[in-house]
């Protein structure tokens, strides 16, 4: 896709998803440095992390990319009625082969 300046933005979303994001960030990160120094440093690097995930959904939303939400991904469920055979396979059977016996038994074929 092109590039288009037409194209929204989902900036509430982005942001949402970044404030959701940040503060798992922030106590994994937290953790891996031993839970006692670094905290502000930590801190500081998330928070900069802010423009530089808008800067990208920004980029993508104009190349016309969108994520699918949960709503989206959701299918709706299979029938409990079975599906009829002879519809649901549309591609014919191919024709019987040397190898495939034609549907006969082994038994009644001469061995080479």
């Not at 288009?4 to 998803?17: I, K």
Request: charged share 20%; hydrophobic share 40%.
């Amino acid at each position: 896709m092109a590039w288009e300046s037409s194209r929204t933005v989902p900036y509430r979303r982005l942001l949402r998803e970044w404030l959701i994001f940040a503060p798992i960030l922030v106590a994994a990160l937290w953790l891996m440095q031993g839970g006692d120094s670094g905290f502000a440093n930590t801190l500081v690097g998330v928070v900069a992390s802010l423009p530089l995930y808008l800067g990208l959904g920004y980029v993508l939303a104009k190349f016309g990319y969108q994520r699918r939400t949960l709503a989206d991904l959701r299918t709706p469920r299979a029938s409990t009625e079975p599906a009829d055979v002879s519809t649901s396979n549309t591609r014919p059977k191919p024709a019987p082969t040397r190898r495939t016996a034609g549907g006969t038994k082994r038994s009644n074929q001469k061995r080479r």
